[in-house]
T-cell receptor, first 110, second 115 residues
Framework: KQEVTQIPAALSVPEGENLVLNCSFT??????LQWFRQDPGKGLTSLLL?????REQTSGRLNASLDKSSGRSTLYIAASQPGDSATYLC?????????FGAGTRLTVKP | GAVVSQHPSRVICKSGTSVKIECRSL??????MFWYRQFPKKSLMLMAT?????????EQGVEKDKFLINHASLTLSTLTVTSAHPEDSSFYIC???????????FGPGTRLTVL
């Protein structure tokens, strides 16, 4: 059974900083991996999806990398803004089975 | 991606009553639907997976007689929480996938509060 770990559990940074969120997973046989954002009390917003054949995906200030063989993914957020404050979840996907990490709760201070 | 809706978005009920949550795939043939539960400040936990026209497969520790799942069509799945208790209070999220099986699309979630 896939186990997903996200480090750190919480992160507080001043506005403008670049930051990296880490995700590790135990079963490297995945189709893809997805990063989500969740605001308090809300549903999931998909940020980036990386296919197993890809090494990274970029969307605006976000860049996600995937090292499938070592079971790791990172989400890089450039020039962080207060509006980036949320919980970020990673979820590797394999054979119709998606498992979530516990998330990293990010706070960006003005 | 697919557009997924859930109804209701929020429900409050008394202990002992049953609550039905609907998950609809508005523009996508959802051969498989998933139900997740999320407790406060915790991650999403998969409850069950259902294929259209088949019985749902429940994760270990999830009571199938308490959480009734019906996936009668390619666009609708329902989760019924029977004889709800305060410990069932949670955020319930559904997702759908199609025949390609390589991506899930999530609904906005339903917040259940059992008094």
């Amino acid at each position: 059974k896939q186990e997903v770990t996200q480090i750190p559990a919480a992160l507080s940074v001043p506005e403008g900083e670049n930051l990296v969120l880490n995700c590790s997973f135990t079963d490297s046989a995945i189709y893809n991996l997805q990063w989500f954002r969740q605001d308090p009390g809300k549903g999931l917003t998909s940020l980036l999806l990386i296919q197993s054949s890809q090494r990274e995906q970029t969307s605006g200030r976000l860049n996600a990398s995937l090292d499938k063989s070592s079971g790791r993914s990172t989400l890089y957020i450039a020039a962080s803004q207060p509006g980036d404050s949320a919980t970020y979840l990673c979820a590797p996907y394999n054979n119709n089975d998606m498992r979530f990490g516990a998330g990293t709760r990010l706070t960006v201070k003005p | 991606g697919a557009v997924v809706s859930q109804h209701p978005s929020r429900v409050i009920c008394k202990s002992g009553t049953s609550v039905k949550i609907e998950c609809r795939s508005l523009d996508f043939q959802a051969t498989t639907m998933f139900w997740y539960r999320q407790f406060p400040k915790k991650s999403l936990m998969l409850m069950a997976t259902s294929n259209e026209g088949s019985k749902a497969t429940y994760e270990q520790g999830v009571e199938k007689d308490k959480f009734l799942i019906n996936h009668a069509s390619l666009t609708l799945s329902t989760l019924t929480v029977t004889s709800a208790h305060p410990e069932d209070s949670s955020f319930y999220i559904c997702s759908v996938s199609g025949r390609a099986y390589n991506e899930q699309f999530f609904g906005p979630g339903t917040r259940l509060t059992v008094l």
